[in-house]
């Protein structure tokens, strides 16, 4: 089993839901996030900010500028990973920074609570 964490713009939520539906993909957990990348960063405003210019340091703000987001996370069997990754990818991808991340991690176990069940049988 696998636990796919995705993070995307909160407008593709209702197009990426549909489409791991259509997937087969029913199973999942959407959260509120905020969050920003590491890329495309404007130094003009950072050099001024150094320089002490208030309206640099204001454009910043204190701690720099979190994006809100959505944030998935799908537990699948092994052989479903590479399908809930490329849905995801294809539903999220415009080319433009912002269009999210998605990662994928080992998960040890799965117990289904109504029924004790483990493993692969608990998330099918």
Known sequence: MK????VIRMNMMNKTKKALQDAGVVAFFAHEAFGRGKGLVDVKPLEGARKGIE?????L?????????RM??????????????????DTNKTGQPGDGKIFVL??????????????AKSIE
């Open 106 to 119: 080992p998960m040890i176990d799965a117990v289904r609570v109504r029924t004790g069940e483990k493993g």
């Open 61 to 69: 703000g204190e701690k720099g500028k979190l994006y809100p987001k």
């Open 55 to 59: 309206e640099a340091v204001a454009v």
């Open 3 to 6: 636990e796919v964490i995705a």
């Open 72 to 89: 998935l996370t799908v537990v699948v069997t092994d052989d479903l990973v590479p399908e809930v990754v490329k849905v995801i990818t």
